[in-house]
């Protein structure tokens, strides 16, 4: 496959990426139409999901005749069931007149795998199907994880020392890491449908959990709260919020009547006998079935060590100062009691940033597999 045909495709995939984590349930797609290997429009999946990338690449050129013979590079199957204009995106595609599509990803959801890509090779459109998937398949961990595994993919973000210490000994921990790797933090979120913590975190830190980024404020996630015993005030930081999203509160209690004023709190009760595994799967498949693809948890030790001995954390993130701690400070992690070294979790590096004196290490769960293939 030439260069030229990997150029178009890496701009589709950065055209999904603008849009990850604004779509709501629906997965955000790139989509860049070339002509004689001139870009003639591209298109991104819009806020909550419409318009699709390849409607709005379709559109968005201004004489429509250049579409005839022309090339698409979409990073997600097109779609085979009807949009809002009564068309799919595999039924736009061909009456616009494009002759060649290239797609990274298969879609798994029922109503479009492989039937997009059927339809469109019934049309006589050729299609060059898993095309740079492994470069894509950052877009779909999310949307894919839902919809196979009915749960989100979840990221938990640790900031911490070298040594791995996420605060004094006194719990003091504002603030261990840079300016610049807090700011790369705060884009994270911007990036996850929805934000997790504990009240413990809530009581100890009284965070915002929110994006404040200039011009991605609108892009906060949605927040999830973990309060078994409805311990956190209403007038903690969590509960106020400007953007007017729906708040989520899992908790072994009724409500409480100084949180029934809030109308964005919406009360889920667990049943207190779950043990820890069911309690993380009931949530984890409750926030599936409300359309949250990717899962941000920033949470305290206790949190983490219960997610990653149940080996629920698809990928970590974390960030780590130059500061060193030592050991009387708090670990991000406490004993997982493993007896064996072939029992051990292993995290492989999926991507390192550095912030000045900071590191950002990403890291995907080795025996975890959300790929492409699993759509086929």
Known sequence: MSLNHIKWMNL???????????????????CVI????????????????RPHAEEEAINNVVDKKNLTESSMYVTLEPCAHKNNNGLSCAEQIYRSGIKEVFVSCIDPDNRTNKKGIN??????????ENFMNNEALKLYNGFFSRILFNKPF????????????????????????NELSRSYAHFLRSQNDAIMTSSSTILNDNPRMNCRLNGLEKRSPTKIILDRYLKVPSNYNIYNQSNKK???????MEMKHHLTDNKFVKKIIVDK?????????????????KGVNNLLIEAGSIINTLLLSLNLVD???????????????????NSLNFKEINDLTNYKISSIKTFDDNILEIRNLT?????????L
């Open 12 to 30: 589709a995939i950065l055209q999904g990426f603008r849009s990850k984590g604004a779509t709501g349930k629906n997965p955000p797609v790139g």
């Open 34 to 49: 070339v002509k004689n290997d001139i870009l003639l429009s591209y298109g991104r999946t819009g806020i909550t999901g």
């Open 119 to 128: 339809f469109l090779r019934k049309k006589n459109i050729k299609v060059h």
């Open 154 to 177: 979840v990221s938990l973000k640790i900031a911490c020392s070298l040594d791995g210490k996420i605060a004094l000994k006194n719990n003091k921990s504002k603030w261990i890491t």
């Open 246 to 252: 729906d708040i989520f509160l899992y908790s072994f």
């Open 273 to 289: 006998k779950l043990n820890d595994e069911d309690f993380f799967n009931f949530i984890f498949n409750d926030l599936a079935k």
């Open 315 to 333: 990928e970590l993130v974390i960030f780590r100062s130059g500061n060193i701690i030592g050991n009387d400070g708090l670990p991000f992690i």
């Open 367 to 375: 025996n975890k597999d959300t790929s492409c293939s699993q759509a």
